[in-house]
Nanobody, 117 residues
Framework: QVQVVESGGGSVQPGGSLTLSCAAS????????MGWHRQVPGEQRELGAS???????FYVDRVKGRFTISRHNDKNTVYLQMNSLNSEDTAVYYC???????????WGQGTQVTVSS
């Protein structure tokens, strides 16, 4: 069965860094496109960064140049290296792992990132 597990969240001061990890297992493909989304209470969940099966990365403007998404070798494990964090980055970060062959979308439980001084 599919499992999506995130880790790495926590509290950090402005300007600090965190690295989030997402391990997805049980997907049909070994190189699924995956992404990191964020959500603040009362707001829509929104995409932050994604990576294709060919390891091409996409970033929204608000994180471009600060965050880096990467895949661990040939696995459905991705990381989000978050640098130069600011208070606006405070959110719950969710890992998305779609299983495209069966048209099923899987999400992790989310990991809290809090940036404060």
């Amino acid at each position: 069965q599919v499992q999506v597990v995130e880790s790495g969240g926590g509290s950090v001061q402005p300007g600090g860094s965190l690295t989030l990890s997402c391990a997805a297992s049980g997907l049909t493909d070994n190189r699924s496109p995956m992404g990191w989304h964020r959500q603040v209470p009362g707001e829509q969940r929104e995409l932050g960064a994604s990576i294709t099966s060919a390891d091409k990365a996409f970033y929204v403007d608000r994180v471009k140049g600060r965050f880096t998404i990467s895949r661990h070798n040939d696995k459905n494990t991705v990381y989000l290296q978050m640098n130069s964090l600011n208070s606006e980055d405070t959110a719950v970060y969710y890992c998305r792992a779609p299983d495209l062959p069966v048209r099923q979308d899987y999400w992790g439980q989310g990991t809290q990132v809090t940036v404060s001084s």
